[in-house]
């Protein structure tokens, strides 16, 4: 049975979505105004590993991941280029895709934009302010905040006192609001600026919040499952999603709720606004490899911190080489027929115990020690030619399991036998002789392609794998 901490009740639940079969969930996505950086990437990462062990365990998912392509920064930096926010956020759109699919994330079902759902953010306000949860002020809307008594169920945090924020994000333009913590639903924009969309309330733009309420309900329904995203938008983000979404409808929206702990660097948070982080780019072109980042995120838990240091990355690098090697060896180690009970015991156990552990809050470093014992066990059997054939199958079909959710085992179409390395270099050696070199060359790119570097020497082709 899976448990998980809901940060609503704080509590570890038992997870019973909505309907038997259906998981419906929500993962707030990246403002798309520049590269995201691997602290973004540690908490997509773990939505990618939250939809994968759903699905693991059956349940048919629709996962909801936005785009925030409208804020302040995205309209400055277009300003100052003058060009339209559609234009600047396009490139970042491209990267954005190209490192999420880099770091093997499967695409969620539903990606939608702010800037495709501005009708959809007019009627929930229109809403809000039809049932006096929010107000206009001098030209621009707000949430009414004292007309939802509920607010703060999700940070706990109290209100009693002029608390406005703990967030960069929080508006500050209080003197408009009839309580501080009020916040905008909908900003006034001139008739000549831009971006501004016409709304039955004035020409404006959306305020940041509004976005996720009126994705969320219009791809999932005003009740959904499961909602995530990083610590940070605890407070005040999801808490304004949950007034605005309850406020609109007066029904519970997400009834549970994850959130990510942070990627830290020698102990501080990794931020943009800090400048102290890496994008997963900066990282390639050091040489690390996007399974080895890949593996380095999720190794911790969610809900702990995880502190990147470049050792930590170095041995993320090497841990996930010995893995694709073992499933390697694996497939050609020379076996015996039949099973041995006590092995297949142990294999069926890793499984076991690998469930256990994603069922224990997604606890993935015990998941990861589980798949390591068995590797370690199945080494020692096959160094002295003692693994079974029926075992071998087990084993494979074990990785095939474990790496459907956490995908560190790496892309294994695209890999290639050592007997079929060998045929490839005798038929290059052959093509050699025959001068027919278009073959040869084209044998040494299909090799590269797969990762495998010939070195042509005295005594002949020498191969190895990058
Ligand atoms: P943003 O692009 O700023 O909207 O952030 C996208 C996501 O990354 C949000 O869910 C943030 O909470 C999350 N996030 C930002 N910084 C970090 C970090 N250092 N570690 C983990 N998650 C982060
Ligand atoms: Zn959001």
Redesign the pocket.
Known sequence: MLRFFNTLTRQQEEFHPLEDSKVRMY????????F?????????VFGDILRRYLKYKGYDVTHVFNL?DI?DRIINEAAKRNITIDEFTAPYITYFWEDFDALGNERPEVTPRATHHIQEMIDIIAKLIANDHAYESEGSIYYRIAAFPEYGKLSKINFSGNITGGSERIDTDKYEKEDARDFALWKLVGEDEEPGWDAPFGRGRPGWHIECSAMSMKYLGETFDIH??????QFP?HENEIAQSEGATGKQFARYWI???????DDV????SKGN?FTFRDLREQGYSALAIRYLLLSVPTRK??NFTFEGLQGAESTVERLRNFRQLVKEAKTGPGSDETIAAKITGAVVEFERSMDDDFNTAAALAAIHDLVREINTLMSGDRLLSDDRAAVLEAIKRFDSVLGIFGNEEAEILDTEIEALIDERNEARRNRNFARSDEIRDLLSEKGIILEDTKDGVRWKRK
Do not use: Y
């Open positions: 993962i707030c996505g990246p403002t798309v105004w520049n995201a950086h691997i602290g973004n990437f540690r908490t997509f925030t804020d995530a995203g990083g610590m940070d938008l983000h959130h990510s702990e942070f990627l830290k660097i948070t990794m931020s943009k982080f911190q995880l």
